[in-house]
T-cell receptor, first 114, second 121 residues
Framework: AQKVTQAQTEISVVEKEDVTLDCVYETRDTTYYLFWYKQPPSGELVFLIRRNSFDEQNEISGRYSWNFQKSTSSFNFTITASQVVDSAVYFC???????????FGKGTRLHILP | GAVVSQHPSRVICKSGTSVKIECRSLDFQATTMFWYRQFPKKSLMLMAT?????????EQGVEKDKFLINHASLTLSTLTVTSAHPEDSSFYIC?????????????????FGSGTRLTVV
């Protein structure tokens, strides 16, 4: 069965600091997809990234970067030079090829302090 | 990109009444729609998966008679909370599966609605 663990419930950092959000997943499928979503206080889910299991290349998008390590079943997310607007709940999620649904981790609430 | 329009964004209803939440896919056909609920400061829990023209598949522990899902067309899925009670107060959000061009089988994306905050008083 698929499972996503985000061990960090809540993180607070001072603006401009770098912060890494951890995500560990479990799946029996060899083909799967990993996601990160941002949920600001308004509630909507903002898609950040989708990664398939065959692509282990790390990705950078502006201040955001993702480190995918199949060996440790981790898909960590780093925000560099954090900003107050980055404050939100961040969810890591997993979808298996053989199963349509996305399963979410419990989320990490990130507070960026001015 | 693909957009899913979800309405209403907020609703307050009296205990015992029913509430319908709509999700419409704009400019694309959503053959599969997922419905999630989220309690305050909690994660999104999948309630059910609906495919156009067929009965929804509910996750374990979700009352299918209470949470009625209809996916009668490729662009509209509805969730009706019947005989709502205060414990049904939650944030409900839908998600449509979309196919990304050029990625072949399995190249699906997911587009989420903006969510509905239901308060039952």
């Amino acid at each position: 069965a698929q499972k996503v663990t985000q061990a960090q419930t809540e993180i607070s950092v001072v603006e401009k600091e770098d912060v890494t959000l951890d995500c560990v997943y479990e799946t029996r499928d060899t083909t799967y997809y990993l996601f990160w979503y941002k949920q600001p206080p308004s509630g909507e889910l903002v898609f950040l990234i989708r990664r398939n299991s065959f692509d282990e290349q790390n990705e950078i998008s502006g201040r955001y970067s993702w480190n995918f390590q199949k060996s440790t079943s981790s898909f960590n997310f780093t925000i560099t030079a954090s900003q107050v607007v980055d404050s939100a709940v961040y969810f890591c999620a997993l979808s298996e090829l053989g199963d349509d649904k996305i399963i979410f981790g419990k989320g990490t609430r990130l507070h960026i302090l001015p | 990109g693909a957009v899913v329009s979800q309405h209403p964004s907020r609703v307050i209803c009296k205990s015992g009444t029913s509430v319908k939440i709509e999700c419409r896919s704009l400019d694309f056909q959503a053959t599969t729609m997922f419905w999630y609920r989220q309690f305050p400061k909690k994660s999104l829990m999948l309630m059910a998966t609906s495919n156009e023209g067929s009965k929804a598949t509910y996750e374990q522990g979700v009352e299918k008679d209470k949470f009625l899902i209809n996916h009668a067309s490729l662009t509209l899925s509805t969730l009706t909370v019947t005989s709502a009670h205060p414990e049904d107060s939650s944030f409900y959000i839908c998600s449509a599966r979309t196919r990304r061009s050029g990625q072949g089988k399995g190249g699906y994306g997911y587009t989420f609605g903006s969510g509905t905050r239901l308060t039952v008083v």
